[in-house]
């Protein structure tokens, strides 16, 4: 961590500042430019309040050299993580592509959609039950009702759930859910991530729509420093001054990530670009970046959905888009990764 | 609500799909141009799902017309809402500060900061309990002991407390909080939302880092719909690709949002810029706009802060920026309000 | 175009204003609601002033509804446009890659790397003779001298060159380049524009940090316009709120733009993310989402480079990319394209 | 300067880097952590080229601590700069007000705006002969007339002029104008720039959409470097993700150029907004925030201009803006500044 001072600071304080970094069993390098006076903080830094620190009338800037996290650094960890059992791994080497409708509605819906997708090649059949809409007045989800249907396509198909849970009061009702998602505008809700750092279930983490690289690994970072290492990071688009497309795909973030950690990366193709239209190319783009999944949006009927619509396949288009001639199982096989 | 066909669509497909419109009260205004066919939605659309429609194969764009808030509405709703009692009103006409720190770290500290902040002119103590922190290893707040501690602060200073809620299992412990803050990063928690809807404190709802004024307004609108009509909503600085300051304070927001709704507008100069000496120049930007009143941080010892203390003031540099010949007293004079 | 006019406005001014829109050759369309009226212009609304609209007391607000470019649109030149000579195309079906240094700086430099580059597969040599850097102080290119090294690379490998252009009083130095690049910070300099639209030289036009793709597709009509058929448009990556990469890549884009306009579409891998790591996880990802080609910085020996050095490939990386068990060749190749 | 160096570098070439910047007369610190080496450059390092350091392979990251600009920076200049000459100064005290139609229309509409612009308190006229616009279909300016006009307007009001350069090609044609106008998207036409660095009239130099205040500055440094002290800098909105309006008004950028540059600063309300109603309040929060002046959009008849009517006031609403109760006048007088 570099200290940057103000001009001509007084020397007493500084010497003064120096022993409180030493007190906290940092080593202190200084240097004295003629504009410029800094303060090299060298050990582990993780634990140092930087805004303590700027808040101090010597200081004129803090910069951190090495980054805040530590459980999900792969300087620390360098071999990958896999989450997920037998048959359903995410992670090092398998590409695993989750699928499903944005919203559960019906029994009937939830079995025809996790049937079909699952002779796709589908490992994970995904579906809200708890849904976050930007209106009180637009639909909310079926909330009990949906987690059970869920779990009746589960029992049907052989699929494992993924859905996602709005409220740290939910957890009882996911006792049975195979993945807990945390979606994109709950990434910083530190209190429902403390509460999953203490499950066990793999936690599927979505970035947040305006949040960096780095606070998608912070709020990892809650979860793993709870005690579960199950965590799967998700990029699905984040906001910028573009409008042509709903959310615009940081494909960079996925390479990023790869190298900054060793949790598994998947990309949501879907509610990046927000039409169905876009899946596809962003689904290649995702692969070929080094992705290790996806996931997607699939409704056995799109035009008729009750959310998101306009971003779902149907399941000939997924089936296609997974089993074409150049789908996503032939681009795993070029990758080298098995689907 | 404007609704684009694609080039050349199916009549029949037309008909059948104005029908559903009219079988949910709207009437449909159809107007057909050589190379794009539009309908016009007239009624009240904010029931209509536009997710639905875009999934609708004839349909290229949807795009609405009149705002999708109705609650939160200046148009249906033309007088300014006052929020709070008497003495410690926000909105119409009347121009308040609320200030403390951002942590609450002792019973002396919020005691001294409650008084000197009173003594300056300031109608509400703020100060965190519940403190969200990117970093899991950074300090998270007092959480039961701090509201104790502000509820002292309170009984010793007279003036009522302001105080950010992170989860809705908190709830009870709030019981004794006049003003309930839902942070930038709840701002789309819809569970806690929808809680806080059951209430009838004064909620203050932050702005989120990449929210858009009309997302702030629907949210506001999950309170108000729940039947709580005590919102206050704060503007407190926006992402954007510019690093110079911490945030950037969107201060075209206050105006855009006194124009668009009926809620008192605040304004929180301590995040916006991140530095103390940008505070003084944002609030004043933030009177001239038009803001209700202003949400600063105080701390009786900036430099030793657990939290953001780069950004707080002293005691003296509030009562000077209150007090000080151009300060924000003499300030809210000049806009004819009162302070 | 849908003109949304103000609540309860005076009829006969209404009349007077469709009148105006009737008079420019537009039928106009009328649907009154109980809050809202609404005007839909039909026939070739690219000629309306949208902005002088606006300014009419009237009206609340005005939206397109078709796309503001013509020339450049694929509606109405369904068929893929194609760029350059024999042997160098770029668009439909060939993938191009265009390789070089940022700056040219010596003779040996760019023989060694004109040479390497043509012989691991690029079409094209890149170099930079004019340079626009933020800072005065900074290397500014060679400039006269710079474009005779070019030539000198060109008649020694046989490729043809792409280089900057930084104002239309340099045109004369640009006779024997074969392909002409605007910069991202020259994309709306619309003087340039003008004078490219004189040229029939191939313009490959980067898209602005902060630029809309409809404003790249606006620019690209500035120099169809203006008689040159001959544009390439690249995207080149975008500015947001992530500061992990120099850029946001916008992958998207290369999509909306196939399916937008007739024009290639190539990437610039090495701009986007700004480190040379970067490089290959984006370019694998701008031939899977659909790009016609690739821009890549090449240096001989990118640690003691002018400019850039940090971004650029060394000619053995640059080998690997292409000729690699997964690089560019085999990309293309799967993608059913020719390189 | 700092320069992170990767993990476990080679000493042999850590000494060989360092002799590298001891012979560019840099000193430097090198402090070795147990993660982390780190060199500190100390001396004048605003010529040292941070994209070469960033391209050396023992180099992880380089950071800039001390400001690239210099002829800019009030660090080594702390008198503000005053331009303009006697009765029509901008900077240190003065409170500046230019006025005038986007574009320049015809001889009477100008001299009918000049008096009444005059006459309600603009010490400058401003009208566009030159004119950026997005589509090439759009009203482009009348060009060497439109200058003209200006030139008659001045002389039947005693105003002096201000007008935007849209190439260095035209200079000759400005040999008049009082004030040149670099526009938003030419900020960074460094080309541009550099011819006007010869000239000695001041520089009315726009932020761009998307530039960093830093970029602002060196591009300043531009036209400073080049010999001409006369460059006035104007905060006109930047492009965020907000739609509610056209730009997103920086008012932080008032207060931080202030202090980090002695040009005089002023903002543009009426390109941030995009609406006749937000020019005042944008106005207002620009004087508080500390602005040396304002540049607004005034037309004889908005609703028949040639663009940009919807933001454009008309002669009445800038009169009541400048000289109402609590208008412009009073509001510089309160801030103890001359209008």
Redesign the interface.
Same mark, same amino acid.
């Given at each position: 961590m570099?200290v940057?001072l103000k001009q001509n600071p007084d020397r007493s304080m500084v010497s003064a500042l120096i022993e409180v970094f030493r007190a906290q069993g940092l080593?202190v390098?200084l240097?004295?430019?003629?504009?410029?006076t $800094?303060l090299?903080l $060298?050990?582990d830094t !993780? /634990?140092v309040?930087i805004?303590?620190i700027?808040?101090?009338?010597l200081v004129a800037?803090v910069?951190r050299? !090495?980054e805040?996290y530590k459980a999900a650094n792969r300087?620390f960890h360098p071999a990958d993580t896999i989450v997920g059992g037998p048959g359903a791994e995410i992670g090092q080497g398998h590409f695993t592509v989750i699928a499903g409708p944005c919203s559960v509605e019906s029994e009937q819906q939830m079995v025809t959609v996790a049937n079909a997708v699952k002779k796709s090649g589908a490992r994970y059949l995904r579906g809200g039950a708890?849904k976050?809409?930007? !209106?009180?007045?637009?639909?909310?989800g079926l909330h009990e009702e949906g987690i059970r249907l869920l779990l009746e396509a589960k029992r049907a198909s052989g699929l494992p759930i993924v859905t996602e849970i709005?409220?740290?009061?939910h957890l009882d009702l996911f006792a049975d859910v195979d993945v807990i998602q945390v979606g994109a505008?709950?990434m910083?809700?530190?209190?429902?991530l403390?509460e999953l750092g203490h499950s066990r279930k793999p936690i599927l983490l979505k970035r947040g729509?305006?949040s960096? $690289? *780095? *606070?998608l690994l912070?709020s990892a970072?809650?979860i793993l420093?709870?005690g579960n290492p199950n965590v799967i990071l998700c990029e699905r688009g984040?906001?910028?001054?573009?409008?042509?497309?709903r959310n615009?795909?940081? /494909?960079? %973030? /996925?390479?990023?990530l790869k190298?900054q950690t060793h949790l598994p990366v998947i990309v949501d193709p879907s509610h990046?670009?927000g039409?169905a239209?876009?899946v596809e190319?962003?689904a290649?783009?995702?692969?070929?970046?080094?992705a290790d999944g996806l996931i997607i949006e699939v409704h056995p009927s799109?035009?008729? %959905?009750?959310?998101?619509?306009?971003q779902?396949l149907d399941c000939d288009q997924f089936d296609e888009l997974m089993n074409g001639p150049?789908g996503l199982r032939?681009?795993a096989a070029? *990758?080298?990764k098995s689907l």
């Open positions: 570099i940057i080593s390098n240097s004295e430019g003629s504009h410029t $800094i090299g $060298i050990g !993780s /634990v309040d805004d303590a700027r808040a101090n009338p800037d910069r050299v !090495s805040p300087r708890f976050p809409r930007t !209106s009180p007045y637009a639909f909310q709005m409220s740290e009061t505008r709950n910083q809700n530190f209190q429902l403390k729509l305006s960096t $690289i *780095e *606070e912070m970072e809650y420093a709870g984040i906001r910028t001054f573009e409008t042509a497309t615009t795909l940081d /494909v960079s %973030a /996925v390479a990023v190298r990046s670009g039409v239209w876009l190319p962003l290649r783009a995702a692969v070929a970046a080094g799109p035009k008729t %959905a009750l959310c998101d619509g306009a779902s150049r032939a681009r070029f *990758e080298d």
